[in-house]
């Protein structure tokens, strides 16, 4: 296969879609969701293809499945990015010389962005809207997991996008095999940025093998701390939310940190677990208080790896801590930076903590569930940056632009 000529066709749909008005792109992808809508039945057979190759226990199961609701979901998603002011052109700052010279700094597209993702489908309409609203030309490269999900969604996006005599090609799909990715990674002077959305394993092989700079998104180990002085009735509701709500994405809890003047409460603090037959790895001051209080069989002793560990699943690590520093180095030593939580009634102790924890997305008091584009008004997402050039945290249609200068005069040359 030819993946250079598939990219430099992406390529040139840059220039098409660089000529379309905010009105007609958002009447582009308004008539993407309606088509969705129309074709729920199609993408749920397609959907079932990929379900019934993937074990029902697979923590991915959940990720990749859709129903009619999760796909009104998405559209709902699309719509309310067609209503968010366009970023294309907007002026960032502007200023006068001394010597006449007007410079504008102005938000511009990326242009041709490369999206790898494993076993979400979601994201393909996710990508797109956001890609399409910003100006950018998407190239997606989906996991075999997805594979007849991604492929009827893609369809339905290229269907419409040739309605409007528009290029297919503005939203490209790769092949699922593996050689597709290093070809993408590789693809310098075509391709301008690469997103990885998907577990560590998938990031840390697109970070080592990219010629092209990179945004990671994706794996999230997030912690919540009981303080000593939280509410116990607030910490049983964020804990049991932030755990159960959905346990294969990646603002789901992993680890509760509790201070051990409040450990009398733990029991409490977990009872609501038990309804989802949540596994807990509890270390050695937790574990003596849960016993004979936390069913048995969903109660073991922490290890090392029970620490750090990003479980996509009902599973969840306890650590007991004697001080609010011990608190944040157990986060730094741990933390994937993505989302932290403080459950207190200490408003001083909350500020240290939204002060000196490193993550992309700190939290008093609110559950860490709330990490998504879509709960921060962006309307959708690409995925949540961990890092800390250029995005971080939920990145949509602000984090999908960068910026050029315009310098405007009349003769003006410089002295030597």
């Not at 690409?382 to 971080?392: D, E």
Request: hydrophobic share 40%; glycine share 6%.
């Amino acid at each position: 296969m030819d993946y250079r000529l598939i990219f430099e066709k992406a390529q040139k749909a840059v220039t098409v879609l660089s000529s379309l008005d905010d009105e007609r792109i958002n009447s582009i992808l308004l008539s993407v969701g309606e088509k969705v809508l129309s074709e729920i039945d199609i993408i749920l057979i397609e959907n079932r293809k990929d379900l019934d190759r993937m074990d029902v226990s697979d923590p991915k199961y959940d990720r990749l499945k859709l129903t009619k609701e999760r796909i009104e979901g998405m559209v709902s998603d699309l719509k309310t990015v067609t209503r968010l002011p366009s970023p294309i052109g907007k002026i960032l700052s502007e200023t006068i010389r001394p010597n006449g010279l007007k410079i504008t700094k102005q938000s511009v597209p990326f242009g041709l962005i490369g999206v790898i993702f494993e076993s979400r489908p979601n994201v393909c309409l996710d990508v797109f809207s956001l890609c399409f609203k910003s100006g950018n030309v998407c190239i997606l490269k989906g996991g075999s997991d997805a594979e007849y999900s991604t492929r009827a969604l893609v369809k339905i996006i290229q269907d419409v996008l040739q309605s409007f005599e528009i290029p297919a090609e503005c939203c490209t799909l790769l092949p699922v095999e593996r050689d597709a990715t290093l070809e993408l990674l590789n693809a310098t002077g075509i391709v301008d940025l690469i997103i990885p959305r998907g577990s560590q394993g998938l990031i840390d092989y697109v970070r080592e093998n990219s010629k092209i700079p990179v945004i990671e998104t994706g794996a999230g180990v997030c912690h919540t701390y009981f303080d000593k002085d939280g509410n116990k009735i607030t910490g049983q509701a964020i804990i049991n939310n932030a755990k159960t709500r959905r346990v294969s994405v990646c603002n789901a809890l992993d680890c509760l940190i509790i201070h051990e003047e409040r450990l009398q409460d733990l029991p409490f603090l977990c009872e609501k677990l038990i309804e989802s037959n949540v596994i807990i790895y509890a270390d050695e001051k937790s574990f003596e208080v849960l016993c004979g209080n936390y069913p048995d069989e969903l109660l073991k002793s922490a290890m090392p790896e029970s620490f750090g560990t990003e479980f996509l699943d009902y599973k969840m690590s306890i650590r007991t801590v004697s001080r609010f520093e011990e608190a944040l180095e157990h986060i730094a030593k741990y933390s994937s930076k993505h989302s932290e939580c403080i459950i207190t009634d200490n408003q001083g102790t909350a500020d240290s903590f939204k002060k000196l924890v490193d993550a992309a997305c700190v939290y008093e008091n609110v559950s860490t569930a709330f990490t998504d584009g879509a709960q921060f008004g962006l309307g959708a997402e690409i995925g949540i940056s961990t890092q800390k050039l250029h995005a971080r945290g939920p990145m949509a249609l602000e984090e999908l632009m960068t910026y050029k200068w315009i310098i405007n005069g009349k003769g003006v040359t410089r002295d030597a």
